[in-house]
């Protein structure tokens, strides 16, 4: 039986770069990376241009180590599972900037046939954004009960698949590009070049854009939307509110002034605090009720430590004194 991804429903994501850096960034992918490594192994298979020249199909073979996404049950009919084979067949139009790869599994058929279609063009928003959607489906003919295993390998395959491309791909942008790209819009790649040089006459190959043509970076810094407030660095907020030099000074002898030191409170001489306590005044809770701009002040004026609190003392709290001793005495007494 046939049956749609999970949900049948396409997963999408949004690049803020480019078609052609995301698609350099797609066909770059290599293997064991720090974001992907279930991906082991990648290598060209066969490539051919258009017969316009606006095109080019490359398919390669790529090895993934599903064992964590097979269930065990299905490891002898899904076999091997560290060294299972998808072939990819990526189609490049970089005039109408339109990448699509078709991933077809060689493991495990007949019992099980995986189908995959990734859709990497230009977003509707911005021509300096990529959007990449992901649909497929698959066909699972296993007995009865293993066909949801191998219903549940395939969604897990297709996820997986999806969202570790996605980060592997960011990182790999962020890792080659640094926010730079030479590849020219609308002018075949410079690494399909070389890749086709190996066997084709560079006659044979799309001509080779102008010296003057902008590249696919000029086309982001000019058609790119505004970024929003989050995505500002601080060198950008301060140009644009343009501090003068005078404000500038005074706000940085602010922030690196010395901290004043800490001065203790005056007190007023002959003047006592009475604090009630069970002891009289003879308790630590007397000193410890003055007021004081030590922050450390505990129990001992003048000193930012002191002795420490007497034992059984209730701090703040009245007590009626020997009056009530001497009832309560009474009271044992009786």
Known sequence: RILAMPGQKDLEHKHTKPWEVVAEAIWKRYSNAAKFPER?????????????????????????????????????????????????????????RVLEIEVTNETSQPSVRYHEQTRIAVHHESDAWTSVKQSGYYEVDLIFGMDQLGSSMCEDIYNLNFFHNINADVSLMQEFTRGSSQEVVGYFPTYLRQLFLENYDPAQLPPLPPPTQKSSMDIQSKQAPPPSFEEKSLTDMMRERKMDEGEAQRKLAWMFSPTPPITKAPRESGVKVQVPSRMGNRGGGKAAMQPTLYP?????????????AP???IYGVAREGAAVDSVLDQRGAA
């Open 40 to 96: 082991l192994h990648v290598e060209v298979s066969s490539k051919r241009i258009g017969l316009e020249l606006v095109d080019a199909t490359v398919e390669r073979r790529v090895i993934y180590n599903y064992t964590e996404q097979v269930p065990l049950l299905l490891r002898t009919v899904v076999n091997p599972t560290d060294r299972f084979v998808m072939v990819e067949t990526m189609r490049f139009d970089w005039v109408n």
């Open 296 to 308: 450390l002040q505990t129990f001992s004026p003048g000193t930012l430590d002191g002795p420490s």
């Open 311 to 313: 034992g059984l003392e």
